[in-house]
Structure formats: C-alpha cells, structure tokens
C-alpha cells in the first residue's frame, strides 16, 4: 500500500464546474495535510494546508480532512482554464513530507 | 515570502561527468534543505535532507557516494550528481524551511543525461 495515494487521472471538467480532489493516507497519526498545484516543468506550489478535521476554505478552494477515514480532499470552484495542472498532495508522516503521485486536472473552455 | 533559488534551471551533460545543482535561501536561513527527484508523471520522491554543518541523511536507495549533498552555511545547499548516467536524468528540486511550515521549493532542475 502506498503512503499517499491519489488518483493519477486525468480528471477532466469543464470550465465553471466544481472539480474534486481525493487523497487517502496510510499512517493514521499523520496530523498535518498539504495540497500542492504543479504546472508541467514548474517546482509545486503550496495551494491550502489542513490539520483539523472538517473543512478549510479559501478563495475558490476547499480542503476537507476526515481523519477517522484517512482521506483529504480538495474542492476546486469556478474551475477555471488556468487550474489546469497537477495537484499534489502530501502527508507528514514519520517526520518526512511524503508526497502523493499527483492528480492531473484538465480543466474545459 | 520566503525564497529558495535553484541553479541551474535545465542543465544538459555527458554521461560519466558531474552536476551540481545550488539552492540558496534569500530571506531566511534554511537551516534544513530537502532534496526530491521527480521522474515524468511520477511523484517527488524524497532524496535526502541535508541540516547546515551536519552530514545528509539520505533516504533508503539513494547512493550517497553518487549525490553529494553539501549544506555549508544557512543560505546554501549543494546536491552533486557524479558520474551521471542516462537513469539520472530527472526533476530535481530542493525545499527550505521547516517542515510544519509552509514549503518553499526552489524552482527546480530538470537534469539531461546524454
């Protein structure tokens, strides 16, 4: 079982829709939940961080946590052309960032 | 916000020679960098961390003889590929700061072995 999964993809929504992101963990004292975008040949950029259960919004973006299942998600409204790329997440576990192997999003005119 | 530079962007050897890849934090003092690869469509895959005036700690399947990882100051970190090879030829990008704190990545190296 790998740490971090998430579905490679892609996903594809068009433009306007609400695209979701999941991500499921395996070490269950994992506290701290990182989405990332990355653009193709670009270094990732953090996008939200959760650690409480429930959800987190900001903009546009929703993380939701629900420790008890071990999965994260993430919400993306309006999806918009420029949203386009590959969502990341990543779990701290055993002291190290671990990284999922990305969900890429294509987002639809 | 903090920023972590990384040099060169691209880079393109011969294989059987060496890289090395810099990252310097301009507004803070890193006193841990992290290294990762990437391989197309894959994860990052965590490498090493390397803490300023200490040996790297690498990760399970990473040669250190053939990455070489320096952390000298608080603002430069290092990761030398030697004697690359075809198989090295990879993302690679570091990430300063704490690891509770939001991440800052360099911009990355994307590294061509011929």
């Known amino acids: 079982q790998k740490e971090v999964e998430q579905n490679s993809g892609p996903l594809s929504v068009p433009e306007g829709a609400i695209a979701s992101l999941n991500c499921t963990y395996s070490d269950r004292g994992s506290q701290s939940f990182f989405w990332y975008r990355q653009y193709s040949g670009k270094s990732p950029e953090l996008i939200m961080f959760?650690?409480?259960?429930g959800d987190k919004e900001d903009g546009r973006f929703t993380a939701q946590l629900n420790k008890a299942s071990q999965y994260v998600s993430l919400l993306i409204r309006d999806s918009q052309p420029s949203d386009s790329a590959t969502y990341l997440c990543?779990?701290?576990?055993?002291?190290?960032?671990?990284f999922g192997q990305g969900t890429e999003l294509s987002v639809k005119p | 916000g903090a920023v972590v530079s990384q040099h060169p962007s691209w880079v393109i050897c011969k294989s059987g020679t060496s890289v090395k890849i810099e990252c310097r934090s301009l507004d803070f003092q890193a006193t841990t960098m992290f290294w990762y690869r990437q391989f197309p469509k894959q994860s990052l895959m965590l490498m090493a961390t390397?803490?300023?005036?200490?040996?790297?700690?690498?990760e399970q399947g990473v040669e250190k003889d053939k990455f070489l990882i320096n952390h000298a100051s608080l603002t430069l970190s290092t990761l030398t590929v030697t004697s690359a090879h075809p198989e090295d030829s990879s993302f690679y990008i570091c990430r300063g700061g704490g690891l509770f704190t939001e991440a800052f990545f360099g911009q990355g190296t994307r590294l061509t072995v011929v």
């Open positions: 390397s803490n300023e005036g200490s040996k790297a700690t690498y």
């Open positions: 959760i650690y409480s259960n």
């Open positions: 990543a779990v701290i576990q055993g002291g190290k960032l671990i």
